[in-house]
């Protein structure tokens, strides 16, 4: 029944290294959305994609990319990590709001992925 | 822009009893759809609650109603009979037609219950 996988659920990674973190749904949904996870400022929006190869920068882009290869799939990439990117991923999808029944715009997340950068 | 608003960063409620978590939301947008989500020390987010800006009448899933006072713009959950595995951060979040892609959360309340 899992809808929204996210590929690793705990990463240790060196400053420096270039880490992807990988996102599939199974819900044929349009919308993909990478947000950031730290304590006491809740959830920031990363990045989103609305589309396969379409994206939109979220409240806090810098330092980070994505790609949306195909509809499934939507990959979060840090090109060079470093200390203060330790933190909670989650990935989520959704239909677009107005395009379905009640409900079934509800945002789905995955189990999130939980960053550590030395 | 979107805004929520969640004004109780911490509340404590007694088991078996009933608490309400405050949200308070600002769009001038007609059509919106108001989410609840429950996130344990686990880390996943869980769907709770839904109410469309349109609905007659409040939503109710189990043991979580959502107290919708359009007027107000408020969304508040209310959870009856707490139970211990309640205990949790809980989110309020909007989306609307003109943002129809974007989600926009609150910061969140975390509930403890008491046993």
Redesign the interface.
Request: glycine share 24%; proline share 0%; no cysteine.
């Given at each position: 029944d899992v809808k929204v996988t996210q590929s690793s659920r705990y990463l240790v990674k060196r400053t420096g290294e270039k880490v992807f973190l990988e996102c599939v749904q199974d819900m044929d949904h349009e919308?993909m959305?990478w947000y950031r996870q730290d304590p006491?400022?809740?959830?920031r929006?990363i990045y989103?994609s609305?589309d396969v190869k379409m994206k939109?920068k979220?409240d806090i882009p810098e330092g980070y990319s994505v790609s949306r290869e195909k509809k499934e799939r939507f990959s979060l990439i840090l090109e060079s990590a470093s200390t203060n990117q330790t933190s909670?991923y989650?990935c989520?999808s959704?239909a677009?709001?107005?395009?379905a029944g009640?409900?079934a715009?509800?945002?789905?997340?995955?189990?999130?992925s939980?960053l550590t950068v030395l | 822009a979107q805004k929520i608003t969640q004004t109780q960063p911490g509340m404590f409620v007694q088991e078996k009893e009933a608490v309400t978590l405050d949200c308070t939301y600002d769009t001038s947008d007609p059509s919106y759809g108001l989410f609840w989500y429950k996130q344990p020390s686990s880390g996943e987010m869980i769907f709770l609650i839904y109410q469309g800006s349109y609905d007659q009448q409040n939503a109710t899933e189990g043991r979580y109603s959502l107290n919708f006072q359009k007027a107000r713009k408020s969304a508040n959950l209310v959870i009856s009979a707490s139970q211990l595995g309640d205990s949790a951060m809980y989110f309020c979040a909007m989306v609307s037609v003109t943002t129809g892609n974007q989600f926009y959360f609150g910061t969140g309340t975390s509930l403890t219950v008491i046993p």
């Open positions: 919308n959305f006491g400022l809740g959830l929006l989103f609305y939109e979220g909670m989650l989520a959704s677009t709001f107005g395009t009640a409900g715009n509800v945002l789905t997340f995955g189990a999130g939980r | -």
